[in-house]
């Protein structure tokens, strides 16, 4: 049984950095093997696609309204993903959630392609 577990969000002043890391777990799931993403859901607002790391970690991508404040990465030997998020915005409350795909469909950047979610952190940036 796989699982995405997200840690590490919390409440944070505007300016501020918070890191949310996504620990992956499962008998033979390994995020080497998977595209990872992080989406997230304001309240009153759809889930949207936030940033996105292929599953060599060579590649990246990012939603225009988190690029240049906000850095994916992976840890293979420690199955999991982290999201650091930098020069953070009250319009970047949310809750964010861990997402993995079949790496064949290319970057996770459409919620359709996600097989996996994780329970969601709660972000919150406070003006």
């Known amino acids: 049984q796989v699982q995405l577990v997200e840690s590490g969000g919390g409440l944070v002043q505007a300016g501020g950095s918070l890191r949310v890391s996504c620990a992956a777990s499962g008998r033979t799931f390994s995020i080497s093997r998977y595209n990872m993403g992080w989406f997230r859901q304001a309240p009153g607002k759809e889930r949207e696609f936030v940033t996105a790391?292929?599953?060599?970690?060579?590649?990246?991508y990012y939603a225009d309204s988190v690029k240049g404040r906000f850095t994916i990465s992976s840890d293979n030997a420690k199955n999991t993903v982290y999201l650091q998020m930098n020069s953070l915005k009250p319009e970047d409350t949310a809750v964010y959630y861990c997402a993995a795909g079949d790496r064949t469909y290319g970057l996770l950047m459409n919620q359709r392609r996600v097989g996996y979610w994780g329970q969601g952190t709660q972000v919150t940036v406070s003006s």
């Open positions: 790391i292929s599953w060599s970690g060579g590649s990246t």
